[in-house]
C-alpha cells in the first residue's frame, strides 16, 4: 500500500552555483525580510501612520537580529536544552535547524517595544503593521519546511500522505507542514489584510487577531504534526507548541478587549 503514497524526494537547496549553495528555507528568510519591509512602507503610506522611512529601517534592523537571537535562544531552553549543555559547540550552527517560532516572536516583540520606547512612539503601531503582512512569510516558510521534508505530521492514512524519508521508517504520514501553510499562512494573512484599516483606528486590533488566529491554526495543526521527539507529549495529550499557542491566544483576546475599548488618535 506505501507505493501509492507520495514518497517526497524534493531538493532542498533553492541555488546551486558551484560551492556556493541556499536552501529554501533560508531563502525564504531572506526574500521574507525584503518583502515584509516593502509591505511595511506600502501600509505606512496607504494608511497615512507616520512612520518616517529611518523610524521603519531601525525597527526592521534590530528586529531582525531580535529574530534569530530569540528563535534560537527560546528553541535551546525550552526545546532541547539537555543536547545543547552536552553539544555546546552545537549553538551556533543555526543553518543545520533548531529555531521556534514563538521565541522568534518575542525576540521581535521586546526588540518592538524598546525601539519604540527610544524613538517615544506606540509599538502596537509598528507590531500591527508587521503582523499584517507577516503571515504570507510564514505561509512560504511552512512550505519550505515542506520541501526540506522536516517537522513532519503524524501516521496517516489519508490519500495526501507523504512519506518522508528523513524519517526512516517508511510511514506515511499528515504532510502537516502545508496545513500549517494554509491556514496559519495564506488565510490568516487574507483576514488581516482585509482588516488593515483598523491599523490606524484600533490600536492593537492586528496584533490581537494575528496572536489568536496563528494560536488556534496552530493549536489545531499540532493534533496531525509529530511531537518533538525530546518532549513528547504533555497533559491531555497537548504539545509544547499547543501550550505556547494557548498562551498566545490569551495575549491575543486581552489585546484585543483594550482594542475595542479605546480608538487610537
Known sequence: MQNNYYIHNINPLAIEIGTFTLPWYWLVYFVGLLWTLFMVHRLNKELDLGLSSKDVADYFQWSWISLFFGARLFYILVYNLDFFLQHPHMIPKIWLGGMSFHGALLGITFSLYFTAKWKKQDFLLIGDCIATVAPMVLGFGRIA???????????????????FPRYKDGIPRHPSQLYQAILEGFILFFILRYSRGRIK?????????????????????????????????????????????????????????????????
Open 201 to 265: 483606528s484600533h490600536r492593537g486590533h492586528q496584533s490581537s487577531i494575528f496572536l489568536i488566529g496563528y494560536g488556534i491554526a496552530r493549536f489545531v495543526v499540532e493534533f496531525f504534526r509529530e511531537a518533538d521527539p525530546q518532549l513528547g507529549y504533555y497533559f491531555l495529550g497537548l504539545t509544547m507548541g499547543q501550550l505556547l499557542c494557548l498562551a498566545m491566544i490569551l495575549t491575543g483576546a486581552y489585546l484585543i478587549t483594550r482594542s475595542s475599548k479605546s480608538k487610537s488618535t
Open 145 to 163: 519546511n515542506f520541501i526540506n521534508g522536516e517537522l513532519a505530521g503524524r501516521a496517516a492514512s489519508v490519500p495526501w500522505a507523504v512519506i
